[in-house]
């Protein structure tokens, strides 16, 4: 007999919306098999930069490319994976996830294959590079989509928790991707990628179908645009701050604007662009198809998740952009060793964002984020004290633990704190805004720690170089490498080719010296202070502890 329970009915029906969303499966109740494949697709992801970053010897060894060549297809990558991240989230809930990202690994494969086949730079930065970037925007969203859409609740925070450790164990893979660089060569490397997205490609079959999402009108291409022009502008301005210039042009600028450089224009232009997305999407949303659905822009929790996910970004941006330099060029650390410093951070990381979620359900996961915040600022200024001279000390390799801790802390809950303050197909939809949230982070992360560094060097060395009896023009010259990290004998032999006596090159250098460490711990000073404002940004988050 069929039961008139009108409770009943609702939770059937409610029920089966759940089994639909999911392929046929009920959200929470699977296997975890789906979740390894997402897992390996993450580690894929988030290593194929790693390749970039240690491929410069063979890049210029084999293509001669210079290091500004490898620099802009390091840009383009994180321009594309920047710019197109939300709209790989409507692409998602519009025709599957699963299809999705299906798509977005094929073209992994075929990016990688075109890297490993580039007989000259500009097919691997507009070849293989655009086609990498493309396919993250598919995948990263995807990824994140699918745990939404296949777990609920404690599950949900564990699949999430391991979404995140595959992040951060893909912080070690330039150990094993540089063993390999080291023997063959950037081509193999690649083409070893290539191989390995292929393989994720094929485990896709053990992931359900995720049906596309109900009463969909059309696809929201004015508003895809617009934040695609809006975050590309941003995002070059912000990429270019060290190079191009924070005001007035630096050397080798391109153009300028007005006198200034370009780099601020573009960064207001991109914020105006992506202020105009407000209207766009309320007009999208009434049509059925908004790139950003309203939950997101008028939510504090989702804002607050969105903050939580986009810091360990910052931090590890402006870390990676301040601490390797800095060993290799000043330190003297060799490449192997600077390499060895990423298990410090990466260890710990991976340990607290893979099993604290499993381990301690019900821990507040408001408190575990806001403490892993706090644990960060720590580290900075752990890290401003390790600086020294022409060296570093013990407190930088604790600082930068302290730092690994902080972060697996806050991307063992984050993913999950997004995901939590919003509903349905929405939750499913926030994996592409969330890949943004970390690309943005990580690109003004590099950009602020670099464009700091760079700027209290140039000041400090003009202002220690001013008060040392060295001929003017000799200082002046000087000031032009002023802003350039190396170490003090280097520096004497350079100043020597100016002309300049042994002891004026000597007090150069070591005025040089002096400015460098000052500057790099006034930086990390600065960067504990924006992570500490953080955590006034992160008071909204959504509690998504079990039993809360």
């Not at 710990?348 to 892993?372: E, H, Q, V, W, Y």
Request: proline share 4%; hydrophobic share 55%.
């Amino acid at each position: 007999m069929t039961s008139t329970n009108p409770a009943a009915e609702t939770s059937r029906a409610t029920a089966r919306r759940r089994s639909e969303g999911a392929g046929g499966r009920e959200p929470g109740a699977g296997s975890w098999a789906p979740l390894a494949v997402l897992v390996l697709a993450q580690i894929g992801t988030s290593s194929d930069n790693a390749a970039m970053n240690i491929a410069v010897g063979s890049l210029t060894a084999e293509l001669g490319a210079t290091l500004g060549d490898i620099q802009m297809a390091t840009t383009v990558f994180s321009l594309i994976a920047g710019a197109f991240m939300i709209a790989g989230g409507l692409i998602g809930v519009t025709i599957g996830l699963r299809r999705t990202m299906r798509i977005g690994l094929a073209l992994a494969v075929l990016g990688e294959v075109v890297a490993a086949c580039a007989f000259h730079i500009a097919v691997l930065t507009w070849g293989g590079r655009v086609l990498m970037g493309v396919g993250a925007c598919l995948v990263t969203p995807s990824v994140l989509g699918l745990v939404a859409a296949l777990y609920e609740g404690r599950r949900r925070a564990v699949a999430f928790g391991a979404i995140a450790g595959a992040a951060a164990l893909s912080t070690l893979s330039p150990i094993v991707l540089g063993a390999i660089m080291d023997a063959a060569g950037f081509r193999v490397t690649f083409a070893v990628l290539a191989a390995y997205f292929a393989l994720v490609l094929g485990t896709t079959a053990l992931l359900p179908a995720s049906a596309p999402q109900a009463g969909r009108k059309r696809f929201d291409v004015a508003g895809m645009a617009v934040a695609a022009a809006g975050l590309t502008l941003f995002l070059l301005g912000t990429s270019r701050l060290s190079t191009w210039g924070v005001v007035f042009p630096m050397a080798g600028c391109p153009f300028t604007v007005a006198g200034l450089s370009p780099a601020g224009p573009l960064m207001a232009a991109g914020l105006l662009l992506l202020a105009l997305l407000v209207p766009i999407e309320r007009a999208a949303e009434a049509a059925g198809g908004a790139l950003i659905p309203r939950s997101y822009l008028a939510s504090p929790a989702v804002r607050s998740g969105l903050l939580a996910v986009a810091m360990p970004f910052f931090f590890m941006g402006a870390q990676g952009i301040l601490i390797t330099p800095y060993l290799m060029l000043v330190a003297g650390f060799s490449a192997m060793q600077s390499g060895m410093l990423s298990l410090l951070s990466g260890i710990p990381m991976f340990c607290l964002a893979t099993f604290l979620p499993k381990l301690a359900p019900r821990l507040s996961s408001r408190l575990i984020i806001r403490i892993g915040l706090a644990a960060i600022v720590a580290a900075c200024l752990l890290m401003a004290l390790g600086v020294e001279q022409d060296a570093v000390g013990a407190a930088l390799f604790a600082g930068t633990m302290l730092g690994g801790i902080g972060v697996g802390a806050v991307n063992s809950q984050a993913n999950n704190a997004v995901a939590s303050a919003v509903r349905g197909r929405d939750a499913e939809q926030s994996g592409g805004i969330q890949g943004a949230a970390r690309n943005i982070g990580l690109a003004l992360g590099t950009a602020v720690g670099g464009t700091c560094l760079l700027l209290a060097m140039a000041t400090l060395f003009a202002s220690g170089a001013a008060e040392a009896s060295i001929a003017g023009d000799l200082v002046r010259t000087a000031a032009e490498q002023g802003s350039t990290l190396m170490g003090p004998e280097a520096f004497a032999e350079l100043a020597a080719t100016w002309g300049a006596a042994p002891a004026d090159g000597a007090a150069l250098a070591a005025i040089h010296s002096q400015a460098q460490a000052d500057a790099l711990r006034l930086t990390f000073g600065l960067l504990g202070a924006v992570m500490a404002l953080s955590l006034i940004g992160t008071r909204h988050l959504v509690e998504t502890a079990a039993g809360r």
